[in-house]
């Protein structure tokens, strides 16, 4: 069975292959209680982050996970879409939505993991 972190690699690496853009994986397990890792990936447009959004629904149907709220239905350019699958949350957002909230600037304490190319 995969760990939650295996499963967060997965999911970021899905997000690069989907051309999300500056894929970033924070491991802030310590830091909080309610999620053990983010992901946060730069879109180009709303279609792109429909397209992402829809592999990651596929990717949980495989893996054991389950999105939280599941009722939200993603808005045509919406600048930031938060995907709450628990243990990981996947933040997929403009390049001006991701630069104005600069979360990894927020959550600096976390470790980074490296995914390579």
Known sequence: M????EK???IAKLMQDGKG?????????GMNSWTDYFIIATVTSSTQQQGLYKQIKDY?????LEIHL?????PDGDDWCLVDLGAIVVHLMS???RAFY?????????R????GE
Do not use: P
């Open 21 to 29: 853009q500056d894929v970033v994986l924070i491991d802030i397990s």
């Open 8 to 10: 967060a690699i997965e």
């Open 70 to 74: 599941t009722n939200r239905k993603l």
């Open 95 to 97: 390049q001006d939505a």
């Open 60 to 64: 949980i149907k495989e893996n054991d």
């Open 112 to 115: 980074t993991i490296e995914l």
């Open 102 to 110: 600069d979360l990894e600037k927020l959550w600096h304490a976390g």
């Open 2 to 5: 995969k760990t939650t972190e």
